[in-house]
């Protein structure tokens, strides 16, 4: 019989530095794959189709919902974000580990579901370091920028619902510490 796979929920307010610490994790863990989430906005610069998102319009997502195909879904920052319940489901029975990069909504929404799973939110040093990083990147709009930061408040007033909280302060030293929670819950 294969061993059921287990669901690592990683949370963090846009600009936190989520992607570069879930990359060293699944560069580092074999074992765990990604969940490739889909969306409605629209791709930034370097992301591909089915590898970072699979992009899809506002109305094949609200499609989608009438059919029950979500695992679990919010939407952020005016746009749309799902998990597949298929995808989750047939990883899961082949014994698969998945990590999932979801917002606290989408959080809050599985961990109603009962399955075993390991929350971790990463916390960004300072709000005002956040807005920096934001402003850095050169992707979003200051509008966007604004919205993403005051997200930033409301999520991290909900970071005590998960079970770890990681803050990067220090790229590396988060790294570590991250990659020992996955250590940990892994055995
Ligand atoms: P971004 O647009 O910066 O890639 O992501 C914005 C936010 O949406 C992030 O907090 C990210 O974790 C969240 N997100 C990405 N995919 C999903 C998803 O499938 N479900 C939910 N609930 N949030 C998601």
Redesign the pocket.
């Known amino acids: 019989m294969v061993n059921r796979g287990k669901l690592y929920v990683?949370?963090?307010?846009?600009?936190a530095g989520?992607?570069t610490l879930v990359k060293d994790v699944l560069n580092r863990f074999k074992t765990l794959s990604y969940?490739v989430?889909?969306?409605t906005?629209a791709p930034?610069n370097n992301?591909q189709q089915g590898i970072?998102?699979f992009f899809i319009s506002r109305e094949e997502f609200e499609e989608k919902t009438g059919q029950d195909y979500?695992f679990?879904?919010?939407e952020?920052?005016g746009?749309y974000?799902?998990?597949s319940k298929g995808f989750i489901k047939t990883s899961l029975d082949q014994g698969k580990s998945l990590i999932?990069?979801?917002?606290?909504?989408?959080?809050c929404?599985i961990i109603k579901s009962g399955l075993e799973m390991v929350t971790i939110f990463i916390m960004p040093p300072s709000i005002e370091i956040l807005s920096k990083r934001l402003e850095n990147r050169g992707s979003d709009s200051k509008k966007v920028i604004y919205t993403?930061i005051e997200?930033a408040k409301i999520?991290i007033a909900k970071k005590n619902m998960y079970q770890y909280v990681v803050i990067n302060n220090d790229l590396d030293k988060a790294i570590e510490e991250l990659c020992s929670i996955f250590k940990q819950e892994m055995t």
């Open positions: 990683v949370s963090a307010p846009s600009g989520k992607t969940s989430s889909h969306t906005r930034r992301e970072d998102y979500w679990e879904w919010a952020v920052h746009n974000y799902g998990t999932l990069d979801i917002d606290v909504q989408g959080t929404e993403r997200n999520e």
